[in-house]
């Protein structure tokens, strides 16, 4: 780990904020990009750890080009995409490719606690810069690699993208409209998945690192970290031989627990329970509706397909046919489990949203300011950072090399002139 002067120099280029985090002093390299990794690598940041993010100056993370694109002064626009998931960062960069950039990575490894990256496996062997080789240049470096399908396994070679974990993992194929094509996951859950599941299992080998000095192997794959998504779907198959299929917005077996239309949109309903169905009749309906059933008083009941088809679902869509989304939650809403189907433009203002701190703001800049998604983790004496801004590209690299790394001005020429950094 580094010493808490260095830490605040390195917090102090970036711009962020110098308060500790959980994770302050424990240092990142992060050789990531797209999603899967910069996202692991940003929780990290945000939780106070320094993450050093080392790209190819000649092939920088692509999502630096990815939309919205936020007009420079420079001329040089700034990707939305790249900010949201590279904030907090140092931005370093290096050609793993060169003749001399084994030195700069190992200098950084002995300095670090955690790499993580998300290449293909055997890319990071072939270009020398491997698990088994750094670990002998630090023996309690934790290495992170995600990738589609894991270190190891028929499928490891195999290149992957978030849709790849979808379709493999068993995810996709149980979603969509009942009676039609599967449909994939309205956004990158595999990416995301990874991702979380990749800070879980460094947080874990820091924990072992720290009380034995030793490193280990994090090895992350999307389609393991997808499957696990997949909620009761491997115990019905392994149990009862059932291969889930899509439902549309129904569970397989709670019932009422869809999507039902309003007056102006669509609410969540999941009022299934004895309690919260009897709440729902009181609620919603006359007293008909809760004594005039007693057919529909027990939960097993409604959960009969038939019974839900003919007798309850016709009732819910009654009671919210002539309300709007506002008028259902605030009737409702600190009842039974009901909630308006927000568009993002409505999360973004949505007064709980606000009040858990979870659209930030940050300057960019020549660029103006830019908001993105706080952190859902809250932690009462050392909350994540989240204003920080993500790097220019190689923005930190001379003063990372020559402070942290210790590299004399004339050896940084060098390494710039051979094409290294």
Known sequence: MIDD?????????????????????VVVVDVTRVVAGPYCSMILADLGATVIKVE????????????????????????????????????VTLNLKSPGAAEVLDRLVR??????????????????HGYDRLREVNPRLVYAALSGYGQTGP???RPAYDNSAQATGGLWSMNGEAGRPPTRVGTIIGDLAASLYGVVGILAALRHAEQTGEGQ?????????????????????????IVPEPLGNEHPFVRPYELFPCKDGFVFFGGYTDKFWRISCETFGSAGDWEDHPDLHAMATRFDADVYRDKVRPLVLEWF????????????????????????????????????????????????????FGSPVKLHR???????????????TDRVLADLLGFAPDDVAG???EGAI
């Open 155 to 157: 499928y490891r070679l």
């Open 111 to 128: 300095q670090a606690d955690v790499l993580v990256e998300n290449f293909r496996p055997g890319t990071m062997e072939r270009l020398g």
């Open 321 to 372: 046919a002539g309300r709007t989304k506002a008028e259902l939650e605030a009737l409702a809403g600190d009842l039974v489990p009901l909630s308006a189907v927000k568009d993002i433009g409505e999360v973004v203002d949505d007064p709980q949203i606000a009040a858990r701190g979870m659209i930030v703001e940050t300057e960019y800049p020549g660029h103006g300011s830019l908001r993105t």
């Open 382 to 396: 050392t909350p994540p950072q989240t204003s920080g801004a993500a790097p220019a590209r190689g923005e930190h």
């Open 217 to 241: 192997l994090v090895d992350i794959s999307q389609q393991d970290s997808v499957l696990t998504l997949t909620e009761n779907a491997v115990v019905s198959y392994t149990a009862e031989g």
């Open 5 to 25: 002067t260095t830490r605040g120099l390195l917090s102090g280029w970036a711009g962020i904020d110098a308060a500790p985090g959980s994770l302050a002093g």
């Open 415 to 417: 390494l710039r002139a």
């Open 56 to 91: 190819n100056p000649d092939d920088p993370d692509y999502t630096r080009t990815f939309p919205p694109l936020l007009p420079g002064t420079d001329g040089e626009p700034l990707s939305g995409f790249f900010a949201q998931f590279n904030r907090n960062k140092l931005g």
